[in-house]
């Protein structure tokens, strides 16, 4: 029998998130579409995921598909596991005027390279980090519209209903400078969407709160803690600071509505 990689783990941890939260399934050729209409205007939430190989389908085949099945949808986003097979259809995708993003997934496997700075951190509500989801969201995302990002923070109750997913953040000047996201299932736990109001960047915010959350997910029964990271962007430094180290890649290729900013 094969053994069961950290990257299995990883890909199944994601497989479960993304099947816990969508409200639609759909089979097609190269494997799921999961799609959610309350929440239309969420990429992640609406989109194609490649678990087949493509047998050398090519970005124009796999776009024509993403017309079809997300015909109801502003955006199209496909997700491909393989990372050849991403390497190979980037190229075509941004032909057509797509984007494509190398994800990176990242396992803690090291000591950090040193302690967080002494800052308070908190375990928050909804209430709490909804108002700091919207002006993360406003501030670091390419002006992203107050809509999309409201419509961002509401969706969080779809996580906390159906996921449980935990808050965290670290207290600068008396108030929450950033916050982060955990979320633990069969032993893997996983911190997702790291963010830092612009006026609290560089004083050790996120390796505050991203260390409380990787201390609570240990605490909840994990013995794997990964993230996923834009494989070229500098978060990717901090990661690896702290301990985490690349697993595998996945690729995320995205056409979004004419005039968007939300990313």
């Not at 633990?184 to 390796?207: K, M």
């Not at 690729?251 to 979004?256: G, K, M």
Request: aromatic share 10%.
């Amino acid at each position: 029998m094969k053994a069961v990689s950290e990257l299995d783990r990883v890909e199944a941890h994601c497989v479960w998130w993304g099947d816990t939260v969508s409200d639609g399934f759909e089979p097609w050729r190269f494997g799921t579409v999961l799609t959610d209409d309350r929440f239309p205007d969420r990429w992640d939430s609406n989109l194609l995921r490649v678990e087949r190989p493509l047998g050398g389908a090519d970005a124009p085949t796999l776009a024509e598909h993403a017309d079809r099945l997300l015909a109801r949808f502003r955006h199209r986003q496909i997700v491909v596991r393989d990372d050849e097979d991403g390497e190979r259809l980037a190229p075509g995708f941004r032909d057509l005027g797509w984007e494509a993003d190398r994800l990176v997934f990242m396992v803690q496997r090291r000591e950090p390279d040193r302690a967080p700075l002494p800052l308070e951190t908190l375990e928050i509500d909804l209430a709490t980090i909804h108002p700091l989801v919207v002006e993360t969201n406003v501030q670091g995302h390419g002006g992203m519209s107050v809509r999309d990002a409201e419509m961002l923070a509401d969706y969080r109750r779809v996580l906390i209903d159906r996921l449980g997913v935990r808050f965290f953040v670290a207290l600068l000047d008396g108030e929450p400078a950033g916050y982060c996201e955990l979320y633990v299932h069969d032993g893997v736990a996983q911190i997702e969407d790291v963010n830092t109001l612009e006026r609290f960047r560089n004083r050790g915010a996120a390796r505050a709160f991203v260390s409380r959350a990787i201390a609570e997910g240990r605490a909840a029964g994990a013995d794997l803690v990964f993230l996923i990271a834009d494989a070229n962007d500098w978060p990717r430094r901090l990661y690896d600071s702290m301990g985490f180290d690349p697993v595998g890649h996945c690729w995320q290729f995205t056409r979004p509505p004419a005039g968007s900013t939300y990313r």
